[in-house]
């Protein structure tokens, strides 16, 4: 059986690296069969990545997602190349099976059953490689900035004329236009106009260099003061913290736990050990006990020999019935 059993989307994790915080990946799971479908995520560096879930089952022609969360580095890495791997073990299960059901042994390969094994490779990227991201579902500051301060271009307009005693400059907060393009423009009309159009563009010119900042400024809004605003809080990142520690501590007792159970079997086994001792030395006493009652009963056999039969009275009866026969005689004839 090496047909494919799900499809794996990315093939690659990649996690942003910023000096204490973390990071995380979604990776999907899709169900391409017509069974249940058990998985397992596995890592070279537990210590290092924290998988939720780790385990799971994935119904038929469905999906799953799980999260791989890097835990916050304390120094940015020298090398954003990276040999962490990840391997992810899928294998058929019965059908109606739950994630409770899921045990090691599901994912042991010997040869009887068929086992899908995906090796994901991780990608490191550097903040400063990265583009600004939206904060509180606010645009991009430079890409904001540049939409403002972009001028609406247009054709056939060598000159540029006031509206209602403001220039196209100022209702477009154009960037100020340099001296030099300016003498050109002005340079292409003819005489009469030259002096007029030259101080009105100098004009023009002074008032965008006081206007343009603080209206540039009142569009972008206020800016946040502190670099707090703009990043997540240290709250957040103390709860992460804290979740991790939690689940160290819940899996520092849980191991303790294991520990005394198997202490506790282990005392259990050498008490069962010491009853089985005791009883066969009691079996093998009482075999011997048994051994020599059979050897003295054989030697008393011995002893007694065989009884013999005897036929008839004994001579001493006989004896005795014939005198006591004479006297009763003698007694009658006196």
């Given amino acids: 059986m090496n047909t494919q059993l799900v499809e794996i989307q990315p093939r690659e994790l990649k996690f942003l690296i910023e000096v204490m915080k973390q990071s995380s990946c979604t990776v999907h799971l899709a169900n391409v069969t017509d069974q249940y479908i058990a998985f397992k995520v596995k890592t070279t560096s537990p210590k290092k990545y924290c998988v939720r879930p780790n385990v799971g089952i994935i119904k038929p022609k469905s999906t799953y997602r799980f999260t791989v969360t890097m835990q916050a580095q304390k120094s940015a890495p020298s090398e954003m190349l990276c040999k962490d791997k990840f391997l992810i ?41 990265s583009p600004l991201s939206p904060v509180d579902g606010a645009p991009k ?116 736990e294991l520990k005394s159970k198997i202490s506790a079997m282990d005392s259990k086994l050498i008490e069962a050990e010491h009853t089985i001792s005791k009883l066969n030395e009691e079996k093998s006493n009482t075999i011997q006990e048994r051994e020599k009652l059979k050897q003295e009963l054989a030697v008393l056999r011995r002893r007694t020999g065989p009884r013999k039969v005897r036929v008839g ?18 007694s009658f004839r006196a």
């Fill in 313 to 330: 009275f004994p001579p001493l009866f006989v004896c005795m019935v014939a005198l006591i026969a004479l006297m009763i005689g003698f």
């Fill in 141 to 256: 500051q430079e890409a904001s900035r540049d939409e403002t301060l972009s001028p609406p271009k247009e054709p056939n307009s060598p000159v540029l004329l006031p509206v209602n005693g403001l220039s196209k400059q100022e209702q477009s907060y154009e960037a100020p236009i340099p001296e030099d393009k300016l003498h050109n423009r002005v340079e292409n009309h003819s005489p009469p106009d030259m002096q007029f159009m030259k101080e009105e563009a100098n004009k023009n010119v002074n008032n965008m260099e006081e206007s343009s900042p603080l209206e540039v400024t009142e569009r972008l809004g206020p800016l946040p003061a502190k670099a707090e605003e703009v990043y997540p809080g240290k709250d957040e990142e103390l709860k992460g913290v804290k979740h991790v520690e939690e689940a160290k501590l819940k899996l520092v007792t849980d191991i303790e």
């Fill in 89 to 129: 073990q899928s294998t058929v299960v019965p059908f109606g099976t739950t994630e409770e059901e899921i045990t090691p042994v599901m994912f042991v390969n010997d040869g009887e059953k068929y086992i899908e094994e995906t090796k994901l490779r991780v990608a490191l990227t550097s903040a400063s490689n």
